[in-house]
């Protein structure tokens, strides 16, 4: 798929959303700096505090803190951002892989995570020729393994 602008990105972006039955589910954002993997993050989050009748807050990047937590009436959301992570022992210091009952965890730079997580949809950003433009790859694994980009 092909994502020409932001507005782009956030059709995208709805479409995700709507098609996330069960919140109990990573999300991995692969890309380089820049391509749009926090973008996505924060209108995902807004998505869904929208859908819940919540305020939307301002999502930023958690480069720097690694991980802010988003409250939902029924759910938390936890946006993590390992990219300053240098070993895969820092994610078990995290909490990244725990057992949360309901959440939605959206990943950031998620390449050294080790662990098999059964339940996840990855998604891969890249840049293309035209600086406004990414290709868009998403693929789902366990309960999400007919989530694809041609459902969406």
Request: aromatic share 12%; charged share 30%.
């Amino acid at each position: 798929m092909i994502i020409k602008s932001l507005s782009d990105l956030r059709i995208f972006t709805l479409k995700v959303g709507k098609n996330i039955k069960s919140k109990k589910c990573f999300i991995l954002l692969y890309g380089d700096i820049g391509v749009g993997k926090t973008t996505f993050a924060r209108e995902l989050i807004n998505y869904f505090q929208k859908k819940n009748s919540q305020k939307l807050t301002n999502v930023p990047s958690p480069t720097f803190n690694i991980m802010y937590e988003y409250d939902l009436k029924k759910f938390k959301i936890y946006h993590y951002d390992l990219y300053k992570l240098v070993k895969t022992e820092e994610i078990e210091e995290l909490g990244l892989l725990t057992n949360h009952q309901n959440d939605l965890k959206i990943v950031e730079w998620p390449n050294l995570i080790r662990s098999k997580i059964k339940d996840k949809i990855e998604i891969n950003l890249k840049y293309r020729k035209r600086d406004s433009e990414r290709s868009v790859t998403i693929r789902g694994y366990g309960k999400f393994r007919n989530f694809n980009v041609n459902e969406i």
